[in-house]
């Protein structure tokens, strides 16, 4: 079946750091490939997706590429700000899933000035 | 627009309570799901209307019961709840569970049950 890892948390760092979070995935055929950004109190919002092979998303500073080769879908950003502590979900949709969505654990961020 | 709207925000209610969580969209997507999420954990589907047609259900229990009226509404009826049905409850949708993959969320109900 579809399985989703993501890297543990939780992450702390300093404004105007580097961000990764690790995405690996587990499917057959082509998924599309999403992350979800949940900010304290509120519910999923859709930070970016690809839908193939060598896509790129983005989406306010933040990029993932979806690789194939390495089945993963990692989150990066240059510069992040405290506004970005978060809880970030890597997802996918299997080619055969119907409209079923894997997540991943989740990765709490946490900011700090 | 992407906006997904969940009435109401907060629900508390008591075990014998019956109550109902709203949902609404105005996309014109005609693939609508509830979620429930527990605190730190990804959102676990309950169920998926498509074409306003119950299609997926997760094996969940009865005291939840799910009803789409139309192509922009979904509803969950609530009735005799336990304690351990507190959660985020999430409404989603998207174009069509054939094409269009991405779902979008609303902001959730946050029910505590007593």
């Known amino acids: 079946g579809n399985s989703v890892t993501q890297m543990e948390g939780p992450v702390t760092l300093s404004e105007e750091a580097f961000l990764t979070i690790n995405c690996t995935y587990t499917?057959?055929?082509?998924?599309?490939l999403f992350w979800y950004v949940q900010y304290p109190g509120e519910g999923l919002q859709l930070l970016l997706k690809?839908?193939?092979?060598?896509d790129k998303g983005s989406n306010k500073g933040f990029e993932a590429t979806y690789r194939k080769e390495t089945t993963s879908f990692h989150l990066e950003k240059g510069s992040v700000q405290v506004s970005d502590s978060a809880v970030y979900f890597c997802?996918?949709?299997?080619?055969?899933?119907?409209?079923?969505?894997?997540f991943g654990e989740g990765t709490q961020l946490t900011v700090n000035p | 627009d992407t906006e997904v709207t969940q009435t109401p925000k907060h629900l508390v209610m008591g075990m014998t309570n019956k109550k109902s969580l709203k949902c609404e969209q105005h996309?014109?997507?005609?693939?609508m799901y509830w979620y429930k999420q527990k605190a730190k954990k990804p959102p676990e589907l309950m169920f998926v209307?498509?074409?306003?047609?119950?299609?997926i259900n997760e094996s969940v229990p009865s005291r939840f019961s799910p009803e789409c009226p139309n192509s922009s509404l979904l509803n969950l009826h609530l009735h005799a709840l336990q304690p351990e049905d507190s959660a985020l409850y999430l409404c989603?949708?998207?174009?069509?569970?054939?094409?269009?993959?991405?779902?979008?969320f609303g902001p959730g109900t946050r029910l505590l049950v007593l």
């Open positions: 690809a839908t193939k092979a060598d």
């Open positions: 989603a949708s998207s174009q069509n569970p054939l094409a269009g993959p991405t779902q979008y």
């Open positions: 209307y498509s074409y306003e047609k119950l299609s």
């Open positions: 997802a996918l949709r299997g080619e055969t899933s119907g409209s079923r969505l894997t």
């Open positions: 996309m014109g997507h005609r693939a």
């Open positions: 499917a057959t055929g082509y998924p599309s």
